[in-house]
């Protein structure tokens, strides 16, 4: 294999072939790599549709065979959605680039030709609302516990195609999921904070190479953006310091301006009842000591009863 090609690593739903075509356009845009190929994967999420992921979901159900083909050769990097990688990055592998993110927030969608709610509350009592994702279940029960949530798998199709058959009233889905697929009319509210915190590092990219892959890490440094990169950093630390995952309910939510990083964390019970929330700022270059803080606080007012037998494991999409 000559220098100049780069196999890109990935899951093979529609969404993860989006990722993995931006990097490839990204790669041949900024750097001197002339051929890119993917390399598609299935891993143990996509292969199990139906358990709820907290039955079936340890670390890395939706990355470690991307990693794989990684570190046997197969391929010489891998996309990820970054909430998805697990903050303990696998031996061999480094996070070499986080480029630009995307909208990070979360939304309500409704059946197609559904007019469009002005606030969560105009939703109707006891509706039935489908998300697979227990931060989103908990911060939707905290605002409204009439609600009735039920989990929902599949990708953004099948899911889309599940509410308008009827299964449920509403579904809640990643904005930069939809807007990079093109369905951004299937938005019907956008949840931003203080109702709904979104997950460590939604909207943002996870590329990992071999850590001994000198010319592949020096075209992803081409591709890094530096505010993305100290936002995530952060978070991760958050997420990290509280060993928490998909398994708790842990939403944050990052600025930064001239300069100073603004890192805020939301951890909340599974039915909503009891929700935590603390905040801490700084330079940008101690954005990982910002994450340690923020999770301290959240110690400190009582997240070890509500993180009891949490693990630091996948979020889906």
Not at 58 to 67: C, P, S, W, Y
Not at 90 to 104: F, K, M, Q, S, T
Not at 179 to 188: C, F, K, N, Q, V
Request: hydrophobic fraction near 40%.
């Amino acid at each position: 294999m000559s220098e100049q090609k780069i196999r890109i690593a990935t899951r093979r739903s529609q969404l993860a072939l989006w990722q993995a075509n931006y990097t490839a356009d990204r790669l041949r845009e900024l750097t001197d790599v002339t051929e890119v190929e993917l390399v598609p994967i299935i891993t143990e999420g996509d292969q199990n549709q139906q358990d709820a992921l907290r039955q079936f979901g340890g670390t890395g159900v939706f990355t470690r065979e991307v990693q794989r083909a990684v570190l046997d050769g197969r391929a010489d990097l891998a996309v990820h959605s970054l909430k998805d990688l697990p903050t303990v990055i696998a031996e061999g592998l480094v996070l070499a680039c986080v480029p630009e993110r995307a909208d990070r927030c979360d939304c309500l969608i409704l059946p197609a030709d559904t007019e469009p709610p002005l606030s969560l509350q105009d939703l109707g009592a006891a509706a039935v609302v489908g998300t697979g994702s227990p931060r989103r279940q908990a911060q939707l029960l905290h605002h409204r516990p009439d609600l009735s949530v039920r989990e929902i798998r599949g990708n953004v199709d099948t899911r889309l195609k599940k509410l308008d058959n009827g299964e449920y009233d509403a579904i809640l889905l990643a904005e930069a999921g939809l807007r990079r697929l093109g369905l951004e009319s299937r938005i019907s509210l956008v949840l931003r904070p203080p109702l709904l915190f979104p997950a460590v590092g939604q909207g943002a990219l996870g590329i990992e190479c071999r850590d001994d892959d000198d010319f592949t890490r020096h075209c992803l440094s081409q591709l890094a953006c530096a505010v993305t990169t100290a936002e995530v950093l952060a978070e991760r630390s958050l997420l990290r310091t509280l060993r928490a995952g998909c398994h708790a309910p842990l939403g944050c939510w990052c600025e930064i301006s001239a300069d100073e990083l603004t890192l805020t964390g939301v951890l909340l019970a599974t039915d909503g009842t009891t929700r935590l929330q603390q905040s801490a700022s700084g330079s940008c270059d101690q954005a990982e000591q910002i994450g340690k803080q923020v999770a301290e606080l959240l110690f400190a007012a009582g997240a070890e009863e509500l993180l009891h037998g949490g693990t630091d494991a996948a979020s889906d999409q």
